[in-house]
């Protein structure tokens, strides 16, 4: 038995299944690449949420920490420690303090 491809009904035939196949790869390939950054997004929402948890855990110990300064010693120092970390190269933006954290944090759940 041999197949005929110079027969019009056998090539409209092989291209309509190549065409199928096709549409398939590209299907599934578009499913993988938006299913990935889907995923991606959701790994860093993650990361976003700890992160500002972090900061906000991090700021209420500077305050508790100040707050023994003072009972012990009179004085916080906490203007004297931040300054001289941002001498020592790191700056803090200050969208973070801990009304704003907090204010994030929930509009981050809220959206979620």
Request: charged share 15%.
């Amino acid at each position: 038995m041999s197949i005929y491809f110079t027969d019009p009904a056998v090539q409209s035939a092989i291209i309509s299944s190549v065409g199928n196949v096709l549409a398939a790869v590209i299907a599934a390939i578009c499913a993988a690449v938006i299913g990935y950054q889907i995923s991606g997004r959701r790994r860093l929402q993650e990361n976003l949420n700890l992160a500002i948890g972090d900061i906000a855990y991090l700021l209420e110990v500077e305050k508790i920490h100040c707050q023994m300064q003072v009972e012990h010693h009179g004085t916080s120092m906490k203007n004297t420690v931040r300054k001289r970390v941002t001498e020592a190269g790191e700056l803090w933006s200050g969208k973070f303090t801990p009304g704003r954290s907090a204010a994030r944090a929930a509009n981050i759940s809220a959206a979620s």
